[in-house]
T-cell receptor, first 113, second 113 residues
Framework: AQSVTQLDSQVPVFEEAPVELRCNYS??????LFWYVQYPNQGLQLLLKYLSGSTLVKGINGFEAEFNKSQTSFHLRKPSVHISDTAEYFCAEKSLNTDKLIFGTGTRLQVFP | DGGITQSPKYLFRKEGQNVTLSCEQN?????MYWYRQDPGQGLRLIYYSQIVNDFQKGDIAEGYSVSREKKESFPLTVTSAQKNPTAFYLCASSTNRGVYGYTFGSGTRLTVV
């Protein structure tokens, strides 16, 4: 069965420091990959997506992610975080043989001043 | 602007009462989904619908019911059979078999007392 693993449930970081949120997917067939952000008491907002092409994907709010097929990873990075980046981040995959997205359990990013 | 509207934002009900959560989209998306979110448990799929007048159970359908009489609308009823209904409920929609990901509503927080 498909699964998405977010290796860290919480990531604390100081403002202006770089951050990486890790995500590993399981599908052995072609996949589409997504990162979503959720602020408290709000829905999920799409940060970026990988459909095909360049393995480095740039998204909103200065985030980027790199698709690595050999390591089945899709880690999210930002070179310098802000207090406003404090939120929950979800990684998701969709393979060709299903219409449904499979979500990871989320990583809470806490940015400290 | 196109999007998904969930109403109400906050909902309080007495134990034993059925309650219906509204989800409306004007994106012309074919598929719609309901998720439940509890602290530390990520997103759990309750029901989904890929076309009008058809829907399928997700991972935690017990105690819930849905209908899809119109493409734009996918209401969720939380019945008295749901043992722990207090949670944050998210509605989402997608097109093109989910290739571009999901669009989420802003959620409804249901509290049963």
């Amino acid at each position: 069965a498909q699964s998405v693993t977010q290796l860290d449930s919480q990531v604390p970081v100081f403002e202006e420091a770089p951050v990486e949120l890790r995500c590993n997917y399981s599908s052995s067939v072609s996949v589409y990959l997504f990162w979503y952000v959720q602020y408290p008491n709000q829905g999920l907002q799409l940060l970026l997506k990988y459909l095909s092409g360049s393995t480095l994907v740039k998204g909103i709010n200065g985030f980027e992610a790199e698709f690595n097929k050999s390591q089945t990873s899709f880690h999210l990075r930002k070179p310098s975080v802000h207090i406003s980046d404090t939120a929950e981040y979800f990684c998701a995959e969709k393979s060709l043989n299903t219409d449904k997205l499979i979500f990871g359990t989320g990583t809470r990013l806490q940015v400290f001043p | 602007d196109g999007g998904i509207t969930q109403s109400p934002k906050y909902l309080f009900r007495k134990e034993g009462q059925n309650v219906t959560l509204s989800c409306e989209q004007n994106l012309n998306h074919d598929a719609m989904y309901w998720y439940r979110q509890d602290p530390g448990q990520g997103l759990r799929l309750i029901y989904y619908s890929q076309i009008v007048n058809d829907f399928q159970k997700g991972d935690i359908a017990e105690g819930y019911s849905v209908s899809r009489e119109k493409k734009e609308s996918f209401p969720l009823t939380v019945t008295s059979a749901q043992k722990n209904p207090t949670a944050f409920y998210l509605c989402a929609s997608s097109t093109n078999r989910g290739v571009y990901g999901y669009t989420f509503g802003s959620g409804t927080r249901l509290t049963v007392v």
